[in-house]
């Protein structure tokens, strides 16, 4: 028998920590964080982690 887990991930945004599942698509954080979809965003990689970008 084979169990079948969703691990999740922990995202900071602005001093606020998000768990989210590993399967979100850059557009379900978007959501998530609640930023609009006419906003430009970049995600990086700096320092050994993930750094989401909001362009104006």
Do not use: H, W
Request: glycine residues 6%; aromatic residues 8%.
């Amino acid at each position: 028998m084979e169990a079948v887990t969703k691990k999740t991930i922990t995202v900071e945004f602005e001093g606020t920590k998000y768990a989210i599942s590993d399967d979100c698509t850059v557009e379900d954080l978007r959501v998530r964080l609640g930023l609009p979809n006419d906003k430009p965003v970049q995600l990086q990689f700096k320092n050994g982690r993930f750094v989401l970008i909001c362009n104006n």
